[in-house]
């Protein structure tokens, strides 16, 4: 659905749809405590994090990409034809050479780790030095601490706000506004299908908690915190986050869990292979043998989410999660 609309948008002349502000260059951008200066629509893009490559690519630019890295899930479908002419630097982190030899114009970022003070690909100070703006996501910077707990720490709840901010941002320094408004008037209207889908239907008493991964099995898993882009997703469809940490992925015990006993239990499901727990079916083996989990109420009832991890990110997955999420809490039970 969202990419027969952006392909139409893409096909139709101006002059029959509404406009939106043509950009006007040099633009300024502030982004995160950095301010910006474009002086035309980077040709040449490199994205760091799964979100932002697909937000450029909803918004009919893939043929601005120049390299691609930090992937979790594969492509959305709609998608797969335009990213497999794009190169991928690299399935998690680049190094900072292989970012700057494909010559970007810019370089977009989903994660303050990635690139920020403490960025293990590099800083916003080097990629400026060799005059190559950067633009992080600003759901990963508003409202966030990135240098406490191994994620970040969210200083207060997170706001969908962020997004349509970075879809509208982005599409005004690539002067593709119209595109952008449409992009987020598609996403805001599946954020109200999904809470429409429970309308009526008492969730007062039902809670959840999202197993991101673990980077063993036998270790404590990284789980949703409050305040964080997993915990909106709860709140907006009226149901309960158990962990308390207001830590982004917070690790919490199994014992701590079970006790808590939520009524549902959310898993990643991730293409990528980084910890063993990555691979969702080694975490329903686990769930269903380990002496603590295999007790707790939503194992022994089915009540167990599979959801793509991107979709727990602040992106336009997030968006189709909510409407995965929405849709089992209705009928009271996992998809078969």
């Known amino acids: 659905m969202l990419l027969r609309f952006v392909t139409l948008l893409a096909g139709l002349s101006l002059t029959g749809i509404a406009h939106a502000a043509?950009?006007?260059?040099?633009?300024?951008?502030?982004?995160c405590g950095v301010t910006q200066t474009f002086g035309h629509?980077?040709?040449?893009?490199?994205?760091?994090?799964?979100?932002?490559?697909?937000?450029?690519?909803a918004l009919g630019l893939g043929d601005k990409l120049a390299g691609t890295s930090l992937w979790f899930n594969n492509v959305l479908p709609e998608f797969k034809t335009l990213n497999d002419k794009v190169p991928r630097l690299a399935d998690n982190d680049p190094s900072f050479e292989a970012v700057v030899g494909k010559r970007p114009q810019l370089v977009a970022v989903q994660f303050e780790w990635m690139v920020g003070a403490q960025g293990v690909v590099g800083t916003r100070e080097q990629f400026n030095e060799l005059n190559i703006p950067t633009y992080l996501l600003p759901s990963d910077c508003e409202g966030k601490d990135n240098l406490v707990g191994a994620d970040g720490t969210r200083l207060q709840a997170f706001q969908v706000q962020s997004i349509y901010k970075s879809v509208s941002q982005l599409a005004e320094i690539f002067d593709v506004q119209d595109r952008g408004a449409a992009l987020n008037t598609d996403l805001e209207a599946r954020l109200i299908s999904a809470k429409q889908q429970l309308a009526g239907k008492d969730l007062s008493n039902t809670s959840a908690a999202f197993w991101f991964s673990s980077a063993d099995l036998e270790l404590d898993p990284y789980v949703a915190g409050r305040q964080g882009v997993a915990d909106f997703m709860l709140r907006t469809l009226g149901v309960r986050n158990v962990v308390e940490s207001t830590e982004e992925w917070p690790t919490v015990g199994w014992e701590t869990l079970a006790k808590a006993n939520p009524t549902w239990l959310i898993i990643a499901r991730m293409d990528r292979r980084r910890f063993p727990a990555d691979d969702h079916q080694k975490k329903l083996e686990f769930l269903h043998s380990d002496p603590v989990t295999r007790n707790m109420e939503a194992v022994k009832n089915n009540r167990?989410?599979?959801?793509?991890?991107?979709?727990?990110?602040?992106?336009?997955?997030?968006?189709?999660g909510l409407q995965t999420l929405s849709a089992a809490f209705a009928r009271g039970t996992a998809a078969p």
């Open 41 to 57: 629509a980077p040709q040449r893009v490199v994205t760091i994090g799964q979100a932002s490559t697909e937000m450029l690519y």
């Open 22 to 31: 043509v950009t006007h260059y040099p633009l300024t951008i502030a982004n």
């Open 304 to 320: 167990i989410i599979i959801l793509d991890a991107d979709a727990m990110q602040a992106g336009i997955r997030l968006f189709r």
